[in-house]
């Protein structure tokens, strides 16, 4: 059984930084894929970026270049660095895993993804 605990969200002004942290616990052995997703208000899921268990990440268009997630084996901790930060990315950010095999169309999807964490809010104020 996999748990997952985000932390590190915050309110920042456009232009700041956050990192984001997801400590996994429990076995590892069938999270093929980590990520972090986030929901604005009325707003539906999205994918923001993935990380395999090789090291491959996946980026939304719209965080490239600004966004890194990267993983600590050791520590068993998912993290996502966001830089650059827009209004436009304050949302609630969530941890999960996926135990499926993904492809470039359904890696992004939240559908395939079926362990989650509580969710972590960040907010950036113009």
């Known amino acids: 059984q996999v748990h997952l605990v985000e932390s590190g969200g915050g309110s920042v002004q456009t232009g700041g930084s956050l990192r984001l942290s997801c400590v996994i616990f429990g076995s590892t052995y069938s999270t093929d894929y980590m990520g972090w997703f986030r929901q604005a208000p009325g707003k539906e899921r999205e994918g923001v970026a993935v990380?395999?268990?090789?090291?491959?990440?996946t980026y939304a268009d719209s965080v490239k270049g600004r966004f890194t997630i990267s993983q600590d084996n050791a520590e068993n901790t998912l993290y996502l660095q966001m830089n650059s930060l827009k209004p436009e990315d304050t949302a609630m950010y969530y941890c999960a895993a996926s135990r499926l095999v993904l492809t470039v169309s359904t890696i992004l999807s939240p559908v395939y993804f079926g362990i989650w964490g509580q969710g972590t809010q960040v907010t950036v104020s113009s």
């Open positions: 990380i395999d268990r090789h090291g491959a990440t």
